[in-house]
């Protein structure tokens, strides 16, 4: 549980900071004409990895409140999965708006945003493992 969390500050820590760096960038370049394939991606990359600082936040809240053996453990434990896998799914929506962009722009926000995929990633495998072999996740066996 305290790996899990551990995991969880490190990736939400690197989701706000990467927020403040696409936000940061998306203002720079919407000063700039005219508007280009990497300004619309960046748009949306913006509204994605605030949701993902978002739900990084609730899957956080959600691991300090559970408690193995309650009734809610599995609930509790289920929400964090969930929010902690929508949040990678958001990273990697970002990243996938880019497309096959060369530009420094697109290389620069996919290199960062893959940084905090692997983060994230590392993230939910140890909230899958939350509660041992019978869990529910991934056989056990």
Not at 28 to 33: D, E, G, I, N, R
């Amino acid at each position: 549980m305290d790996l899990a969390q551990a995991a969880v500050r490190v990736s939400l820590a690197r989701s706000r900071s990467l927020s403040t760096y696409v936000t940061t960038l998306q203002s720079q370049m919407q000063q700039q004409a005219p508007p280009s394939t990497d300004r619309a991606a960046l748009k949306d990359c913006v509204l994605q990895i605030a949701d993902s600082v978002d739900e990084l936040t609730r899957t956080l809240s959600e691991l300090k409140n559970m408690r193995v053996g309650t009734a809610s453990f599995q609930w509790h434990l289920s929400n964090a999965r969930t929010w902690t896998s929508t949040s990678l799914t958001n990273c990697y929506s970002c990243v996938s708006g880019f497309g096959g962009s060369d530009g420094k722009v697109g290389l620069d926000v996919k290199q960062r945003v893959n940084s905090v995929g692997m983060l994230t990633s590392n993230a939910l495998y140890l909230i899958t493992r939350i509660g041992g072999a019978d869990n529910g996740v991934g056989g056990g066996n």
